[in-house]
């Protein structure tokens, strides 16, 4: 059951085959038996019981909600939660308990889905990991997945398993890590620079990143407001879209979200294929992009072309620029937006009170981490007022030429871009700690976050394995508002590709008999 | 037929710079003195705590130093991807609110309604001991 799509499982509960309370109780045992991974910061247990019994009422009485009653999901922490604590993996918010709801859990809640947990991040969503929170790394589930363990065991070095795992990818490892092991069917993640589709490419699941403005960022905690969107994690594209629809449209608390009548929307079924033109940006193809990667993006534009579409390469000149350009913004915005926390109203204080100025600076080095710190630092450089001129207003004239060259791009006949996610597969904890946290986000970002600057919408895709046993993601983007048609194509992909279902035994059946002691308990309330 | 292109210019640029360097480029660097580091920790109120994060500083404006060779001339500064639209704004009736207690919940220090903060003066102690003095004469 839990392997089935949102629709499936929808039909289920409908007919009775299977009820709310069932898959909460599948799902919170669940993750407890995946507690390794670290996805969960905090688990809601008793909440989502709860929202299960009126779910289980309402299916009774034939008056379910939608595709999303009783349906286990879960958030990324840096989303507000009424009455669970939201922390953003972070010191500064650690036992903050948000009054309110942000719009896009409202709106989840409102529909009838259960909410298991908020999930684990990298501090502030500043990363591209999910290994710099203060609750630690998230840990990929494909470490544990037979079909990497069996390729390790073939060219095993004797080393110890359990320290070779790979990260998730970042920031919202943790929500990916939870829709990739089962444990929810959708999760909702954020993306400033590739948050969703990073960890998405790395976990094998589809990550999807809305049009800027369609979706209200009300009640996610800022980070970069002009890139910033709710992302949604889900294991097929079709889900994603279910979600999207319920989550679009504009929010009177969200000024930045469009005020066009948004509807939730089915996928048709692409049937002719030769009205469909793929553009290839060929500043996309780097000589840091794996061997692996390369091919596998040139087969799936191989395929697109074999069924008919038209498919060209196209040029974005300014590529090479984004990313520094995007660093100087997303760093200016951050020193903006972290000025907030000064421990006056919420989040942490430090003890002593000997003047306004050096209370603020103590709480905010005991709340922030180095990443946060280094940010914020380095955007208070950038709009000093002999720099303003020289960095910020200079990247956002980069920002126009960058979003400039999509809209060129688009105009000129292509309908959707095909390009990697990532530069590789997911790299071991151990390999990806060497470099610092700058200068990873500067290098795994590279695809991903030129999309946050235009504003258009992007989803990642998993394809296939690669020779290690481990998901390869590639990454559509659309035109902006054009959600629908994105998710067209990446559907039709997805149903040809037949990515391969993620084997997780071995990590379940290490904790079966907390399982059975579950289901004895579950029976004997029955 | 459009791979072969893309890979014969990917083989003609093998070789070539790698992406990211990951030492600073010399060239155009500003060296981050003390006067800066202190100037930034008073805006920023954050500190840098230590060397290392001084290096890293220098590494990011190294980085940031590569937008030079854009050329903007006659470019105007995007600053929302929305620039095109109107903001919504609503209209200005109260619909929401008497929340006091709530918002007050979540602070460490408070009394009856008000958020308390220390005392905003930065002085160097010496002034405080001044000043405490001359009212103690009075």
Known sequence: ?526 | MWTRALWLGLRASAGGRRGFPSKADPQGSRRVTAELIEHLERLALVDFGSQEAVARLEKAIAFADRLRAVDTDGVEPMESVLEDRCLYLRSDNVVEGNCAEELLQNSHRVVEEYFVAPPGMCCPTWLNRLSHSKLRMQ
């Open chain 1, 1 to 526: 059951m839990l392997g089935r799509t949102l629709r499936e499982v929808s039909e289920a509960l409908k007919q009775g085959l299977v009820t709310p309370t069932e898959l909460c109780q599948r799902c919170l045992s669940l993750i407890k038996k995946t507690k390794i991974l670290n996805a969960y910061i905090t688990v809601s247990e008793e909440a989502a019981l709860k929202q299960a019994e009126e779910s289980e009422k309402r299916y009774k009485k034939g008056q379910s909600l939608g595709d999303l009653d009783g349906i286990p999901v879960a958030v990324k922490d840096n989303f507000s939660t009424a009455g669970i604590e939201t922390t953003c993996a972070s010191n500064m918010l650690k036992g903050y308990v948000p009054p309110y709801n942000a719009t896009v859990v409202q709106k989840l809640l409102d529909q009838g889905a259960l909410l298991m947990g908020k999930t684990n991040l990298d501090e502030f969503a500043m990363g591209s990991g999910s290994t710099d929170g203060i609750f630690g790394p998230v840990k990929n589930p494909w470490s544990y997945s037979k079909q990497y363990r069996e390729k390790r065991k073939q060219k095993s070095h004797g080393e110890n398993e359990n320290s070779h795992w790979l990260i998730t990818g970042g920031s919202s490892g943790g929500s990916a890590a939870a829709v990739s092991a089962f444990t929810c069917f959708a999760a909702l993640g954020s993306d400033t620079g590739g948050s969703t589709r990073n960890p998405a490419a790395h976990c094998g699941v589809v990550g999807l990143k809305p049009s800027y403005g369609l979706v209200s960022r009300h009640g996610l905690i800022p980070l970069v407001n002009s890139m910033d969107v709710p992302g949604i994690l889900t294991r097929c594209v079709d889900d994603a879209a279910i979600v999207l629809g319920i989550l679009a449209g504009h929010d009177p608390k969200d000024s930045t979200t469009i005020q066009d009548p948004v509807k939730p929307f089915t996928l048709p079924s692409l049937t002719d294929m030769s009205k469909l033109c793929i553009g290839i940006p060929k500043e996309y193809l780097t000589p840091e992009l794996s061997s692996e990667v390369q091919s596998l993006w040139s087969k799936a534009a191989n395929l697109f072309e074999s069924e008919g579409a038209k498919v060209i390469e196209v040029s974005l000149p300014h590529t090479s620029y984004s990313i520094v350009c995007y660093h100087v913004l997303c760093t200016s915005e951050v020193a903006s937006n972290m000025a907030r926390f000064d421990g006056l109203e919420y989040g942490h204080r430090c003890d002593t009170d000997v003047s306004t100025e050096a209370m603020y600076a103590a709480t905010r080095r005991e709340g922030f981490n180095d990443v946060v710190r280094g940010r914020i630092l380095s955007g208070n450089f950038f709009l000093l007022k002999e720099n303003y001129e020289n960095y910020f207003v200079k990247a956002q004239k980069v920002r126009r030429l960058i979003a400039r060259d999509f809209v060129n791009v688009f105009n000129s006949g292509v309908d959707v871009l095909l390009t990697p996610t990532t530069l590789s597969e997911a790299v071991p904890h151990t390999e990806f700690i060497r470099e610092d946290n700058r200068t990873r986000s500067a290098q795994d970002d590279l695809f991903t976050q030129a999309v946050n600057m235009a504003g258009l919408p992007a989803v990642s895709v998993p394809m296939a394995l690669s020779s290690q046993g481990l998901p390869i993601g590639l990454q559509f983007i659309g035109r902006a508002f054009c959600d629908q048609q994105l998710l067209t194509v990446a559907k039709w992909f997805e149903k040809q590709v037949q990515f391969p279902v993620i084997q997780l035994q071995e990590l379940m059946d290490d904790c079966s008999s907390v399982f059975e002691n579950e289901k004895l308990a579950f029976a004997s309330l029955k």
